[in-house]
């Protein structure tokens, strides 16, 4: 396979997590992504078929 080729250096490598002293900790990195939001419109959706489910099964 040529990807096994490819890649052979580095599918094994063992990291060094300390080896990137600068990384940012994980709490600042989560604060980056906490605005997006990559199901725009989701919980409008959800909300309304929840709704739809109460108003059907209400009576």
């Known amino acids: 396979m040529k990807n096994e080729k490819d890649y052979s250096a580095i599918i094994n490598y063992d990291w060094n997590r300390y080896s990137l002293p600068d990384r940012m900790p994980l ?8 605005p997006f939001s990559a199901l725009t419109g989701y919980e409008e959706a959800l909300q309304k078929t929840l709704r739809a489910k109460i108003e059907r099964y209400s009576y």
């Open 27 to 34: 709490g600042q990195r989560a604060k980056i992504f906490l």
